[in-house]
């Protein structure tokens, strides 16, 4: 009789920790991950995030080889957010960033991931990142498609694991794709 | 006399963002279609219609000699773009550093941080990036002149019904990137 009540409460509790998992897996990053662009001497920063307050350290990584990070601090909210992100469901906020440690390449997207740089781990030219319990290696990816950047943030090593951020950046020029379907679906 | 490569030629052949530089029948194609949506109420922004091969041609060749190490002297040649890609030095032979300085500039001058296509639909002009938003439902003509109305989500060119309507005019979705809208979907 035991036995008859503790398999039903086992796959019960097996659920319920899936499900907890799943939960974790599925957690949204769009308020603590958004783009970057410096250009002209200004750094541009949109994200799905409006309550970002003046000083907020942002930590810019460099998604293409080499990656490096670099960290800034919002300078206040902008009107327009950067130039090539565009008609999102829900509008972006726009910000101005001043860099404090580091170089951007200018007119480069960056993720611009809230927090200071010692969340971050650099090795072999390579970023990873601990953005939780869930996440502690995540990895950072950028490709092109035909008119713009692919930026994803992977779990753990790109395209290899579950994708847990992505934002498309229009450059507004023709470039080589390089994109896999895991990087734009 | 050619000219030399540098930051001067940035500013020739700009791109358009009109849809008269389209060429024909796609032209009239994307025309149609944004009638439809004007029609329809839909909010539309153009980014970019055509963008002159000739453009491409120095984009592309600038950023293999300055990043790719292409020899400047084994960039092909293009009709209608007189350009010089090797610079010289003062003992007259080819000044390599020069060269990819110059190269270098335009880079810098077209903005331009991942590998510029040849060849692309918008040098064809079959093209056109377009932002379409709308609230509500839509109700739009599709090209044989019957109308439908769209409930569904998003309101934005990612939206799939719109893209059926778009095909009806041929003017066809690249799901990979939001704005992009062609002759074939490419």
Redesign the interface.
């Known amino acids: 009789m035991k036995l008859m009540l503790l398999i039903p409460l086992t796959l019960f509790l097996a659920f319920c920790g899936g499900a907890r998992s799943t939960d974790t897996r599925s957690m949204d990053y769009s308020a603590r991950i958004g783009t970057a662009v410096q250009s002209g001497g200004h750094v541009c920063f949109s994200i799905n995030n409006a309550k970002l307050s003046p000083k907020s350290v942002v930590s810019l990584v460099t998604p293409s080889n080499p990656q490096s990070v670099a960290e800034a601090e919002i300078i206040g909210h902008s009107a327009t957010g950067c130039p090539g992100i565009r008609n999102e469901t829900p509008p972006q906020s726009g910000y101005e960033l001043k860099l404090v440690q580091g170089t951007i390449q200018d007119f480069m997207p960056v993720i611009a991931v809230s927090g200071g740089a010692d969340q971050f781990t650099s090795a072999a030219s390579t970023v990873t990142a601990h953005l939780g319990t869930d996440a502690a290696n995540a990895s950072f990816r950028s490709c092109t498609s035909s008119d713009g950047v692919h930026l994803t943030v992977w779990r753990a090593k790109p395209l290899q694991s579950t994708r847990l951020w992505h934002q498309y950046y229009y450059m507004g020029q023709d470039l080589e794709p390089t994109c896999t379907e895991k990087d734009t679906r | 006399m050619p000219t030399l490569s540098g930051s001067s030629w940035v500013n020739q052949f700009p ?1 358009s963002s009109s849809p008269d530089d389209l060429t024909e029948p796609f032209r009239a194609n994307a025309k149609n279609f944004l009638a439809a949506l004007n029609t329809a109420g839909a909010s539309v922004s153009i ?2 219609t055509l ?1 002159p091969a000739k453009r ?1 041609f120095l ?1 592309h060749y600038s950023y293999k000699i300055a990043k790719s190490g292409l020899d400047p002297s084994a960039a092909p040649a293009m009709a209608g773009v007189d350009i010089n890609w090797v610079h010289t030095g003062a003992n007259g032979k080819p000044d390599i550093t020069a060269s990819r300085k110059a190269a270098n500039d335009m880079v ?1 001058g ?8 040849l ?2 639909r ?2 064809e002009g079959k093209a056109i ?1 377009m ?3 709308w609230s509500g439902e839509l109700t739009i003509a599709k090209a044989d002149g019957k109308s439908v109305t769209i409930k569904s ?5 990612a939206n799939t019904d719109l893209q059926t309507v778009g095909a009806s005019y041929g003017v066809h979705k ?7 809208w062609s002759s074939d979907g ?1």
């Open positions: 791109n980014s970019s963008r491409a984009m810098s077209y903005g331009i941080v991942y590998a510029p296509a060849t692309s918008h040098t990036d932002d379409i938003s989500s998003p309101r934005t060119g690249l799901a990979t990137d939001p704005p992009h490419h």
